[in-house]
């Protein structure tokens, strides 16, 4: 249940869907070896020729996804992934060169062509995130931590997310004053167009945005006993 008040207006994430079949065929015929040094995942072949499973870390879980099929699911529960996250991790294994994390944050807007959207995703990203939180960094820090992230130094309060072994986002707050208003953005690591294309990284930044306000409704909820 997403926060009274608060609604996401989500990228369209039928055409990186769609796509997700041509993608499974294509990684289908690539050696599995060569895939999980790319991406940071760990190959383990079975006896079946040719057919194996990668371990990887997917939101701080631990999920195994099975080659050459494709198909994700978490360790823990045996539970598939999401639609969404199943097409993220393809487009994650198709595009991955092995470039390690550069440590560095740069906006939406810093993507290839993201410049013609960070007015969009900013909307369904930023946007929602400050009416959710405004200046409760207390609050924001609890959902974050919560949520298995990291504390950056940026603003007056950060938090990075690992996705992928790979991808990492970055949720920072500053807050405002008499001339500008509280605002919170989403930042991804320089090297994140090595492993998605753009409209992934907007799926993703979606997800984020989608996982913490569920997050805050479940602390909320646990905080009143409502």
């Known amino acids: 249940m997403q926060p009274l008040g608060v609604h996401i207006r989500q990228p369209d994430v039928h055409p990186l869907v769609q796509r997700v079949d041509e993608l499974h065929a294509s990684l289908s015929r690539r050696n599995p070896h060569v895939l999980a040094e790319r991406t940071g995942a760990r190959y383990h072949p079975l006896l079946e020729d040719r057919r194996g499973e990668f371990r990887l870390e997917v939101w701080g879980a631990e999920v195994a996804l099975s080659f050459p099929e494709f198909v994700a699911r978490e360790v823990g529960t045996g539970q598939p992934l999401s639609v969404v996250d199943q097409a993220l991790l393809a487009y994650y294994f198709d595009l991955a060169d092995g470039a390690p994390l550069a440590d560095r944050w740069i906006a939406f807007s810093e993507l290839?062509?993201?410049?013609?959207?960070?007015?969009?995703?900013?909307?369904?990203?930023?946007?929602?995130?400050?009416?959710?939180?405004?200046?409760?960094?207390?609050?924001?820090?609890?959902?974050?931590?919560?949520?298995?992230?990291?504390?950056?130094?940026?603003?007056?309060?950060?938090?990075?997310?690992?996705?992928?072994?790979?991808?990492?986002?970055?949720?920072?707050?500053?807050?405002?004053?008499?001339?500008?208003?509280?605002?919170?953005?989403?930042?991804?690591?320089?090297?994140?167009?090595?492993?998605?294309?753009?409209?992934?990284?907007?799926?993703?930044?979606?997800?984020?945005?989608?996982?913490?306000?569920?997050?805050?409704?479940?602390?909320?909820?646990n905080e009143t006993g409502d």
């Open 112 to 221: 290839p062509e993201g410049r013609f959207y960070t007015q969009a995703f900013q909307d369904y990203t930023g946007e929602v995130l400050a009416k959710a939180f405004g200046d409760d960094l207390g609050a924001f820090g609890r959902v974050a931590t919560g949520l298995g992230s990291r504390r950056e130094s940026l603003g007056d309060a950060a938090y990075a997310f690992t996705v992928f072994p790979r991808v990492a986002l970055l949720v920072a707050c500053w807050l405002g004053d008499e001339d500008f208003p509280t605002s919170y953005k989403l930042l991804f690591d320089a090297s994140a167009s090595h492993y998605l294309t753009t409209d992934a990284c907007a799926i993703m930044g979606s997800g984020l945005t989608r996982r913490l306000l569920k997050q805050r409704s479940e602390v909320k909820h």
